[in-house]
């Protein structure tokens, strides 16, 4: 996907990163809007979005994602946060099993405060550590099918999955809009349930490989 004009765009998305402290949703979002990693980030008080602007069926894409910023901690997240928002990455980290045990109750929150179809993708992330890991991908994968969402697993370091995992939610927002404008079919929002991105080094632009383990 190639990098746009940010001015020039034909749709708006906003996208919401959720899950634990910790799990690496900062460096998600600045890797795939500014390719940048940063092992010394730190948790900030607040919200901070980002933006980036990518090319969908020869329309381009503004996706406006959100990072709850260290809110999580104090458990402040405000419908304000969710309000809008019509997908979201749930974020875990492989190696510790606390943050997937959470990831159910994020999910609630999440649905609570957003449209029932927002096209949800859980993010299995930190998978460089692979040495490290807690939570397997078909544990990970049986929640996704369960919930009816996307699964991917990502390393923000070594910037696989990344660009894969943003750009599947915003390729399902965008398909979902253009068949609702359409009024396409009986249930037009319907997602195929519990899809997993696995893609090989042709496919991904990091160069990464497959995302199971």
């Known amino acids: 996907m190639a990098y746009r004009a940010d001015e020039d765009y034909d749709y708006l998305f906003k996208v919401v990163l959720i ?4 799990v690496g949703k900062s460096n998600l979002l600045s890797r795939f809007t500014r390719n940048e990693f940063s092992s010394e980030s730190k948790s900030t008080i607040g919200v901070e979005f980002a933006t980036r602007t990518i090319e969908v069926d020869d329309k381009l894409a503004k996706a406006q994602i959100w990072d709850t910023a260290g809110q999580e ?17 749930l974020v875990y980290d492989i190696t510790r099993h606390i943050t997937f045990d959470n990831v159910e109750r994020w999910l609630r929150e999440l649905r609570d405060h957003t449209d029932q179809n927002i096209v949800v993708m859980l993010v299995g992330n930190k998978a460089d550590l692979r040495h490290l890991r807690a939570v397997t ?6 929640f996704a099918e369960r919930e009816n969402t996307f699964f991917i697993e990502t390393s923000a370091l070594e910037a696989l999955n990344v660009e894969m995992a943003f750009t599947e939610v915003l390729t399902q927002i965008y398909r979902i ?19 997993a991105i696995n893609i090989g080094e042709s496919s991904n632009p990091s160069g990464g490989g497959c995302c199971s383990s």
């Open 137 to 142: 991908t078909p544990t990970a994968q049986a």
């Open 19 to 22: 899950g634990d402290s910790g």
């Open 177 to 195: 809009t253009s068949r609702k404008a359409l009024d396409i079919g009986d249930d037009p929002m319907a997602l195929p349930r519990g899809k």
């Open 73 to 89: 901690r104090y458990r402040a997240i405000t419908s304000a946060y969710y309000r809008g928002a019509v997908g979201a990455l």
